[in-house]
């Protein structure tokens, strides 16, 4: 006996036409013999149906990104890194989309922050001859994809806004193939590239925004490997404005006299939230995945946060701004503890318990969790070098998660492995370092209001780019795109390419 509930949707048809019907299968192939269906087959090897009513955009985006053989860094499940749903939560909390769903925009940003190149449209900044030339562009390569934002209603099918990849094109019909991801309640169908036009060419009710899509490829240089920009939290925006817009007029409306003055400017004046906007990115296990022993490939990403770490304590203005965050002119309320002898003891609870949202692909914040145990210890490789080691029981009700989280760390003393350290000096990411990279990141015209010439070419040749290790000037590159990419979000200009390096 059936049980209460829906079992999948009949397709209207038409507009839309089955995959796996006579009709789909005859216009599949001759796309095929076409030229346009290259990207297909990459997308349907990674296919997958979305986990919750909701996910449409996440899956959608998880699909393309596994397409793409983007690394995420990051564990899934087990010794496996592969973005799943659940690690999409850099730019809304997944409870929000879950009950919610997510905007167009925050798609973007989400791929953005995964480390792909992106340009994406709202209808209403591009034309239908436009989108048919990049989705003909896409369907004959294997390195870029196509994701639609669109109303079903327009295709007579049942539901709203809803998100999918473009899986071909049919030339001969000018017909979109759309590789749906709520596969629970469609198949994958083909629809007139018109049709899913007009689809797009409507308002999100929820952002005021008319839909659209994105073109996602690789990028041709490293995404980050410390730090990263989030706009999980809702300050994610006035941040992104303060920096690229408010700084440059506060610099410009001020005399400033040396480089303290400018960081004073600077600091002083940060949103309150400031600290949930750069984060530094951490080696996360679970305890009960793996041993102490690390892998070739953790050692290898661990080694690489290590080099840029150094390289960045390394610059001149890394000291200026360890030298002002210790001083006295200091007093900046936005950013906590901003101590360039941050104990590493002070962040390991916090850290912990990020790692264990990360791993249960939670998107709350580290509040939600309770540290009952925290430690800091030294374990020995077989090369004898020493790796900093987080470790942790972090509880949320009644659920208890081990954790390991590998610092990025330059030490100083050699210490017995066994031993739980909470005085151990080490030089960890800490405020220092993430804001001499975030300083680093901002774009060059940010200090030209500066009035007096020596002190703007002083910090011209502090903040340049060019003089910069490769690492290093990748890092701060990718930052830089992430900002400008944010800060397009909120001005809503998508239409431009969102990854561009600004130089």
């Not at 800060?487 to 200009?493: A, E, L, Q």
Request: net charge neutral.
């Amino acid at each position: 006996m059936a049980m209460a509930g829906l079992y999948r949707r009949l397709l209207p048809s038409p507009p839309a036409i089955d995959f796996a019907s006579s009709q789909g299968k005859k216009l599949f192939v001759e796309a095929i013999q076409g030229g346009t269906m290259e990207g297909f087959f990459k997308l349907i090897s990674y296919f997958q149906t979305q986990s919750e009513p909701a996910y449409c955009g996440l899956a959608s985006l998880a699909m393309v990104l596994n397409a793409l053989a983007v690394d995420p860094g990051r564990k899934w499940k087990g010794p496996w890194r592969w973005f799943d749903e659940s690690m999409l939560d850099c730019c809304e909390p997944l409870d929000k989309v879950k009950t919610k769903g997510i905007s167009f925009d925050k798609v973007v940003c989400l791929a953005q922050c995964a480390g792909t190149k992106v340009k994406a449209f709202h209808t209403n900044h591009s034309t239908l001859d436009d989108f048919r030339k990049y989705v003909k562009a896409c369907s004959a390569s294997e390195d870029c994809h196509v994701i639609s934002s669109y109303h079903r209603g327009t295709f007579k099918q049942t539901g709203e806004g809803h998100f999918s990849p473009i899986g071909g094109y049919h030339a001969g019909r000018d017909m979109a193939l759309i590789l749906d991801v709520a596969r629970f309640k469609y198949p994958p169908h083909w629809v007139p590239l018109s049709l899913l036009w007009d689809a797009m060419n409507t308002l999100d009710q929820s952002s005021g925004h008319h839909r659209g899509f994105m073109l996602i490829s690789r990028l041709h240089r490293s995404p980050a490997l410390l730090y990263t920009l989030s706009c999980k939290h809702d300050s994610w925006a006035s941040t992104a404005k303060y920096l690229v817009e408010d700084v440059p007029l506060l610099l410009g409306l001020k005399e400033v006299e040396d480089v303290k003055n400018i960081l004073s400017i600077v600091v002083n004046s940060l949103p309150s939230k400031f600290a949930d906007f750069i984060k530094w990115i951490a080696e996360v296990r679970r305890q009960e995945d793996v041993d102490e022993s690390l892998s070739q490939e953790e050692k290898g990403r661990l080694a690489v946060k290590e080099e840029v770490l150094r390289q960045v304590q390394e610059i001149g203005l890394y000291k200026h701004v360890k030298d002002f965050l210790s001083s006295e002119i200091s007093c900046c309320h936005s950013v906590v503890s901003l101590s360039s002898e941050e104990s590493l003891s002070l962040v390991a609870a916090d850290i912990c318990c990020q790692g264990a949202g990360l791993m249960k692909g939670s998107c709350r914040s580290s509040i939600s969790f309770c540290c009952s145990e925290t430690g800091i210890k030294c374990i020995r490789t077989k090369e004898n070098k020493s790796i900093t080691m987080i470790s942790g029981k972090v509880v949320n009700g009644n659920d208890e998660q081990q954790v390991d989280v590998l610092v990025p760390s330059s030490q100083n003393n050699r210490l017995d492995g066994s031993l739980f350290l909470f005085s151990y000096k080490v030089l960890h990411p800490a405020n220092s370092d993430v804001l001499t990279a975030l300083l680093l990141a901002l774009p060059p015209e940010t200090w030209s209001g500066i009035k007096n010439k020596m002190l703007l070419q002083e910090i011209h040749n502090l903040v340049s780019t060019e003089n910069l290790p490769n690492l290093l000037q990748e890092e701060v590159l990718h930052l830089r795109g992430q900002l400008l990419a944010l800060k397009r979000c909120k001005d809503n200009k998508l239409e431009e390419e969102l990854s561009a390096p600004v130089f």
